[in-house]
């Protein structure tokens, strides 16, 4: 157990109130205020500078846990949920996971030490899929991954469908040989590859999915094995848009051409992707509104905790590019 502020007290030989004023600038000497600063920090004392609001209901801080800040994706939501927070008079502290699981359960942690009000957070596979709401005192949102049914508010994107528009496109496009790339940690990875291996098994076509760290250096390593074999694809699909910007890396460094040698598509509207060719065709999720109605469904917990758990799944919008022209026979 941690230090408690009685603890900080009685090493400082002062009362818990002078303890509470010392180290929340409040009226007591330069003598006092250093002594008590000693103590807490010989004793590892961690203030909770929420509980006065707390205590009069009055807590207006939102954690949000995103997977890789480097994703564009988790960018624009993070600004999304930002502008509503503001927009409800609330504040926001942005943690930023890595796909790691120790990281993330260390952020969980600190929500409950800040006493915020709510966390939105995109979970790592393994939390989505054993994910406790029990074990926290805050109510959660969670976005791009879901949980088990009824564990949890979340919004996310139709992923099997989704990844279904893209390989029927590429394959109404005249491919046939399509490789999948997927991240390997999520349930959004999964979920994509499952509606991936549905539409091509529907054709009576060869699935090739592959998994990997869901960053670009994992990708251009994956592809650049890929192409090095004799049969490789003749169209790539990639599940997000960090696996999608390794996939051009792999095929540029490689001097294929997109797509005379290999078409490719994935997800994510990112700017970069309209300057590559003729344009990367994307599947286009709607960022703003996945964190906006993220922080709306944790405002109306917030004012109604009893009501049922509510799962919002968006549809996206395929957006045809240059990367997925007419195959040439």
Partial sequence: MGAKIKDVAALARVSIATVSRALGNGPVSADLKERVEQAAAQLGYRP????????????????????????????????????????????????????????????????????????????TGDTASHFRPDRFEFPVVMIDRAGPPGVTDAVVLDNMLAAQQLVTHLIERGYRRIGGLFGNSSTTGAERAAGYEAALMAQGLPVAARFVSPNVDAAVSAVKAWLAEPDHPDALIASNGLLLQGAVRALMEAGMSIPGDVALAG????????????GLTVIEQ?????????????????????????????NGVLLTRGSTATKQV
């Fill in 286 to 314: 709607p960022v703003y509104d996945i964190g906006t109605l993220a922080m709306e469904m944790l405002l109306s917990r917030l004012e109604n905790p009893s009501l049922a758990k509510r799962k919002m799944v968006l």
């Fill in 267 to 278: 997800f994510d509207n990112d700017a970069w992707t309209g300057l590559v060719g003729q």
């Fill in 48 to 123: 909770n500078l929420s509980a006065r609001r707390l205590r009069s209901q009055q807590s207006r801080t939102v954690g949000l846990l995103v997977s890789d800040i480097r994703n564009p994706f988790f960018t624009a939501v993070s600004r999304s949920v930002e502008d509503a927070a503001y927009r409800a008079g609330m504040r926001v502290i942005l943690c930023n996971v890595d796909e790691d699981v120790k990281k993330e359960a260390m952020y969980l942690r600190l929500m409950q030490e800040e006493r915020v009000c709510g966390v939105i957070f995109s979970p």
